[in-house]
């Protein structure tokens, strides 16, 4: 009952918030980029159920999210020109959940016949073939142009006419959190426990009798169907849908999302994708090197924190469930080692401004601003003082991080030592 209570608590803690954040942010730059964050985050889901759950890396997950994305826009264009019987817009994300499943019964019993490597370029194969379709088959894509629609495609109910950003902020937040909780259950499910043990040990699976091509396809068709509920708002928030929503980068970008948040964690999808809609929001206005930063961010995840921004959280769990008063010795090299990474990405992040302004600059102008500062990109003296926080903050990480592990390694110790009283 405790259990039961506490995640209820959440889910209506989560409700709260999701009601009352665009009254704190209430500025039209502000409500896009939620819009952005919950359909990333039904796609980061949707995806994780092939990655984090069923041990399944596809590169073409994307294709589903298009589809449904293009099949609404076509809806909805036809509701407006009265060549279709109308359906109220706020169930059109279960047009395009049900369009994401018409394609992925299909194309999953084909591909989760086999597993790993061979599954991974199976769906690349199915990516670059929907790619290519977008430019043939113009009738449905319109080639590089893409579909324009308009989400105001008839009467709905209350006077809502999905116009302002606001309503559509609603609208996505819904979706987004019915959609949350139905995949939250299906991991509670003796279907998610099956698809844990085919990510986890598929041999001892088959032995007992299971057959791992069924427990796949289900859980590919069912994320599909998902994908395709996030690519129906998706059409429905931007009124536009092109080729790039079924190609490999959009693929890509559910997997940076997926892997920085935490794989393995419900709520590291969660995590990546408010991540990642928030650098898009933000930092592309900021540089152009953008993507250079968030590759960065994606390698350093893989090579030092597996888990995501999830893991580094949870694996201070046991910690905050045993002694809150555990964390006390740790504030100090946490903030040691934090402050001291934070120095050294300023110093590397000036260096690389600099490097992309000189490789980039299409005038013989070399003044430009660093961190608000104006500067002169072909005077040595910017380059010194980047590359000398640079390597200020190197050795300053190198002599913090110690102290935070021995930190966390003592607070562990303490936890096993009660466990075992």
């Known amino acids: 009952m405790a259990g039961l209570a506490r995640r209820s608590g959440i889910w209506l803690a989560a409700v709260a918030v999701v009601l009352v954040l665009p009254w704190i942010f209430s500025s039209g730059f502000a409500i896009t980029?939620?819009?952005q964050m919950g359909v990333l985050i039904i796609f980061s889901l949707a995806y994780n159920m092939l990655l984090g759950q069923g041990g399944m890396l596809s590169f073409g997950h994307a294709v589903y999210f298009g589809l449904a994305g293009y099949?609404?826009?076509h809806v909805l264009n036809g509701i407006g020109a009265g060549t279709l019987p109308y359906v109220p817009v706020s169930l059109l994300p279960l047009v395009g959940g049900l369009v994401g499943l018409l394609f992925g019964i299909p194309i999953g019993f084909v591909s989760t016949r086999r597993a790993g490597t061979v599954f991974a370029m199976i769906s690349l194969g199915f990516a670059e073939m929907m790619t290519a379709l977008t430019l043939i088959l113009i009738v449905?894509?319109?080639g590089e142009e893409g579909v324009q629609t308009d989400r105001w495609a008839g009467p709905e109910p209350f006077g809502i006419t999905y116009g302002p950003d606001i309503q559509v902020y609603y609208l996505i937040a819904a979706w987004c959190l019915l959609a949350t909780l139905a995949m939250y259950a299906l991991?509670?499910?003796p279907f998610g426990r099956m698809s844990n043990a085919v990510r986890d040990n598929p041999e001892r699976l088959q032995f007992v009798g299971y057959s791992t091509h069924r427990v796949r396809w289900l859980a590919f068709a069912l994320s599909s169907f998902?994908?395709?509920m996030a690519g129906a708002l998706h059409a429905l928030n931007v009124e536009h849908v092109g080729f790039e929503t079924v190609g490999v980068g959009q693929s890509g970008l559910v997997l940076f999302m997926v892997w920085i948040?935490?794989?393995r964690a419900f709520i590291g999808p969660i995590f990546g994708a408010v991540v990642i809609a928030f650098l898009n929001s933000n930092l592309s206005g900021i540089t152009e090197a953008w993507l250079l930063y968030l590759g960065i961010l994606f390698m350093v995840t893989v090579m030092f924190a597996q888990g995501g921004l999830s893991g580094l959280i949870l694996m201070h769990e046991s910690i905050w469930k045993t002694d809150v008063r555990l964390f006390r010795p740790m504030v100090r090299p946490y903030a040691l080692g934090i402050g001291a990474t934070i120095v050294a990405c300023l110093g590397a992040i000036g260096l690389i401004e600099l490097i992309y302004f000189m490789s980039t600059r299409s005038t013989r102008d070399t003044g430009t601003s660093l961190y608000s500062v104006p500067v002169d990109a072909a005077s040595l003296l910017p380059w010194l003082v980047?590359?000398?926080v640079a390597a200020l903050g190197a050795e300053a990480c190198r002599r913090a991080y110690r102290p935070m592990a021995a930190s966390y390694a003592d607070a562990i110790e303490t936890v096993k030592?009660?466990?075992a009283r």
């Open 71 to 73: 099949s609404v826009a």
């Open 33 to 35: 980029t939620l819009n």
């Open 226 to 228: 998902f994908a395709g």
């Open 417 to 419: 030592a009660g466990a």
């Open 140 to 142: 449905f894509f319109n």
């Open 261 to 263: 948040g935490g794989a």
């Open 386 to 388: 980047c590359a000398g």
């Open 187 to 189: 991991t509670h499910t």
